[in-house]
């Protein structure tokens, strides 16, 4: 039963970590289309990468 809930956060983690820079990519990639630029995109994916980043930190890194 203990495997089953690792399982389970390990699946949390990696959705986290694969949403935050698609989501703020994808954001970041209408905003270069919207405002011709070419560097919002790699912003983005930046910043999404260190929000899920410290999502995961915060929810998971605390052992109590």
């Known amino acids: 039963m203990g495997d089953r809930n690792g399982t389970s ?4 983690v990696l959705s986290l970590m694969l949403a935050g820079p698609a989501l703020y990519g ?4 209408l905003l270069d289309a919207w405002l ?6 790699l912003v ?6 260190g929000l899920s980043t410290y999502l995961v930190i915060s929810r998971y890194g605390r052992t109590v």
């Open 44 to 49: 983005g994916v930046m910043v999404g990468l």
């Open 9 to 12: 956060d390990g699946y949390r």
């Open 36 to 41: 011709h630029t070419s560097w919002l995109l």
């Open 26 to 29: 994808g954001i970041g990639w």
